[in-house]
């Protein structure tokens, strides 16, 4: 375990509670997590996130990150948003594929594979400086491709273009 080899400090983050269809419940995950870490004897390097919806609230605090291991897509792209290097744990394609539109493809792993979690884990925690370095390189353009995709979603909203 990467935590009790290095000292390393854990921050768990929810971002998904269950309300209407939606069943997933991350608070009841991240709080047995740390229930499980800290019988392990790692309370006190171990902590949960207080969960505030707020995009910028959560990308201040994940910016404080070395690394950010992720399941869930949106978290994992507001801490690609705010530099952090992410390595992927995918229960769906999108994770994938986020991270390979970041060049972060060799960063992920299938949730039905979780024997390959702690050496990804690892790996990345290694690696995590030259991954910073990608996020920065390719950040900018992955940005303004966002950005031209919300301004031709305005327009056509709009009735001002057509979507070529």
């Not at 290095?6 to 939606?22: C, E, F, K």
């Not at 910016?63 to 952090?84: E, P, Y």
């Not at 390189?137 to 979603?153: C, H, K, N």
Request: charged share 30%.
């Amino acid at each position: 375990l990467l935590v009790a080899e290095s000292g390393l400090r854990v921050r768990l983050y929810a971002t998904n509670a269950p309300l209407g269809m939606n069943a997933m419940d991350d608070v009841a995950v991240v709080s047995e997590m740390h229930r499980r870490l800290a019988e392990r004897g790692f309370a006190d390097r171990c902590e949960i996130f207080d969960w505030n919806p707020s995009p910028d609230v959560f990308m201040r605090d994940a910016a404080k990150c070395d690394l950010f291991v992720a399941t869930r897509m949106h978290s994992a792209v507001l801490a690609l948003n705010a530099g952090v290097p992410v390595a992927g744990v995918a229960y769906e394609e999108k994770m994938r594929g986020l991270l390979e539109m970041f060049e972060l493809g060799e960063y992920v792993v299938d949730i039905e594979s979780p024997g390959s979690i702690p050496d990804l884990v690892r790996r990345a925690y290694d690696l995590r400086g030259d991954m910073r370095k990608t996020v920065e390189r390719v950040g900018p353009e992955i940005r303004e491709r966002a950005s031209r995709a919300m301004d031709l979603t305005a327009r056509v909203v709009a009735g001002v273009g057509q979507a070529d």
